[in-house]
């Protein structure tokens, strides 16, 4: 896909170098348009490098390509990243006295402007206008964060996170491709109690499963989300089951696959749980006590095989360490054929990776271990390659 990503002159345009990262190893062509305040804070040399691409300020450059016009013509998707208040102000007037705002001018694709200004500037009436009239004409204008500003100020008018920026852009040229089907994930991590006050758990926040679950979304899917004591927000858009233990999260996974296309079992499920836990809480003793495990259901294998419905597609995922054994993938690949899933994502932890961090790298591998894809970079853009895989079954 063709994106244009423009960048104007405020200090939040640093993250714009990461939003061209994620963009560029989600495999899209990016071309970069900057205003020349933009390359006070990031220059030339950069987004040329970064982007593979020339770059341009300026209507009476690449004149004999017609640059201001044909930018904009080719583009699927126009980003704006950050987005000052007068770059605002300018394409909701209709300015044309820069390449980015001609482009803007020009286009006919999907723009989605991402706001980065002082609280003051946000809360203005004037920005206040522009924003409402750029939506109007159906443009998209993200909220700004809310959160530390240049210097000291904290407040509305932080830039979002570039791969927040990247999730809500790609969603507007999303294919649409999951529309008609139902599809579950599970997310998070179990917790299986010793007491009423501790409990046997594991590192997982639950942001790759929810951003699976916001990527199906966007791309049309009915979606049930089985949460287990996520730290991060589900998305709009979607069915939450809260759960809290493997035996919980198992019932609510099976429910709802009765009627689902796919099920993406994402979540860190505990393999172990006490027999009988504690009544009351545990005490110091002098001596630890002895506590008693018994193994749970192996909740993905059970799904790969009663197969709950005809044509069902069954995503594992595995969270694995090499050791003296064998390695991250030879692990994932016995898991493969072991657990019956049509495919099986696996993933190193550990070391900071996988849990709990903003990124991920996988090898997605079919049910015989056989390696079909590779994806790395945000958990967002990691759902969306999961996602490509599984509709080639679906």
Same mark, same amino acid.
């Given at each position: 896909?063709?994106?244009?990503?423009?960048? $104007?002159?405020?200090?939040?345009? @640093?993250?714009?170098?990461?939003?061209? #990262?994620?963009?560029?190893?989600?495999?899209?062509?990016?071309?970069?348009?900057?205003?020349?305040?933009?390359?006070?804070?990031?220059?030339?040399?950069?987004?040329?490098?970064?982007?593979?691409?020339?770059?341009?300020?300026?209507?009476?450059?690449?004149?004999?390509?017609?640059?201001?016009?044909?930018?904009?013509?080719?583009?699927?998707?126009?980003?704006?990243?950050?987005?000052?208040?007068?770059?605002?102000?300018?394409?909701?007037?209709?300015?044309?006295?820069?390449?980015?705002?001609?482009?803007?001018?020009?286009?006919?694709?999907?723009?989605?402007?991402?706001?980065?200004?002082?609280?003051?500037?946000?809360?203005?009436?004037?920005?206040?206008?522009?924003?409402?009239?750029?939506?109007? #004409?159906?443009?998209?204008?993200?909220?700004?964060?809310?959160?530390?500003?240049?210097?000291?100020?904290?407040?509305? *008018?932080?830039?979002?996170?570039?791969?927040?920026?990247?999730? !809500?852009?790609?969603?507007?040229? !999303?294919?649409?491709?999951?529309?008609?089907?139902?599809?579950?994930?599970?997310?998070?991590?179990?917790?299986?109690?010793?007491?009423?006050?501790?409990?046997?758990?594991?590192?997982? $926040?639950?942001?790759?499963?929810?951003?699976?679950?916001?990527?199906?979304?966007?791309?049309?899917?009915?979606?049930?989300?089985?949460?287990?004591?996520?730290?991060?927000?589900?998305?709009?858009?979607?069915?939450?089951?809260?759960?809290?233990?493997?035996?919980?999260? %198992?019932?609510?996974?099976?429910?709802?696959?009765?009627?689902?296309?796919?099920?993406?079992?994402?979540?860190?499920?505990?393999? @172990?749980?006490?027999?009988?836990?504690?009544?009351?809480?545990?005490?110091?003793?002098?001596?630890?006590?002895?506590?008693?495990?018994?193994?749970?259901?192996?909740?993905?294998?059970?799904?790969?095989?009663?197969?709950?419905?005809?044509?069902?597609?069954?995503? *594992?995922?595995?969270?694995?360490?090499?050791?003296?054994?064998?390695?991250?993938?030879?692990?994932? %690949?016995?898991?493969? %054929? #072991?657990?019956?899933?049509?495919?099986?994502?696996?993933?190193?932890?550990?070391?900071?990776?996988?849990?709990?961090?903003?990124?991920?790298?996988?090898?997605?591998?079919?049910?015989?271990?056989?390696?079909? $894809?590779?994806?790395?970079?945000?958990?967002?853009?990691?759902?969306?390659?999961?996602?490509?895989?599984?509709?080639?079954?679906?």
């Amino acid at each position: 896909m063709r994106i244009v990503l423009g960048v $104007s002159g405020g200090i939040a345009a @640093y993250k714009a170098v990461l939003l061209l #990262r994620l963009l560029r190893e989600a495999g899209h062509d990016v071309r970069v348009v900057p205003t020349r305040a933009a390359l006070e804070f990031v220059g030339r040399p950069t987004w040329e490098a970064l982007s593979g691409q020339p770059v341009t300020t300026d209507v009476f450059e690449d004149v004999d390509q017609v640059a201001h016009v044909a930018i904009g013509q080719h583009a699927d998707l126009v980003v704006v990243a950050p987005a000052t208040a007068d770059l605002l102000a300018r394409a909701a007037t209709g300015r044309a006295d820069d390449l980015l705002t001609a482009t803007l001018l020009v286009t006919r694709a999907p723009v989605l402007l991402a706001p980065a200004m002082h609280t003051e500037m946000w809360e203005h009436p004037a920005t206040v206008a522009n924003v409402a009239t750029l939506r109007e #004409r159906g443009i998209h204008v993200l909220d700004p964060a809310s959160g530390r500003l240049t210097g000291t100020d904290t407040g509305p *008018g932080r830039l979002p996170e570039p791969d927040e920026i990247a999730a !809500a852009a790609l969603a507007l040229v !999303a294919t649409g491709d999951l529309a008609g089907r139902h599809v579950v994930v599970s997310a998070g991590g179990t917790r299986e109690p010793l007491d009423p006050v501790r409990f046997l758990g594991n590192r997982s $926040s639950g942001r790759q499963g929810v951003a699976l679950a916001a990527a199906a979304a966007a791309r049309g899917a009915q979606v049930t989300l089985v949460g287990a004591n996520l730290s991060v927000p589900a998305p709009a858009g979607v069915e939450l089951v809260t759960v809290g233990t493997a035996a919980e999260l %198992r019932e609510a996974v099976r429910a709802a696959a009765k009627v689902a296309d796919v099920v993406v079992m994402a979540a860190a499920v505990a393999d @172990y749980r006490p027999v009988n836990p504690a009544g009351t809480k545990l005490k110091k003793t002098g001596a630890p006590p002895t506590i008693e495990l018994v193994e749970t259901v192996d909740i993905l294998a059970e799904l790969g095989h009663d197969r709950l419905r005809d044509s069902q597609v069954i995503v *594992g995922f595995a969270a694995e360490t090499g050791d003296a054994a064998a390695s991250v993938l030879e692990h994932g %690949r016995a898991k493969a %054929r #072991r657990k019956g899933a049509d495919l099986l994502v696996v993933n190193a932890v550990g070391d900071g990776q996988g849990f709990g961090t903003a990124d991920n790298a996988v090898t997605i591998l079919d049910g015989t271990g056989e390696i079909v $894809s590779e994806a790395a970079g945000s958990k967002d853009v990691v759902a969306h390659a999961v996602w490509d895989v599984v509709r080639t079954l679906v």
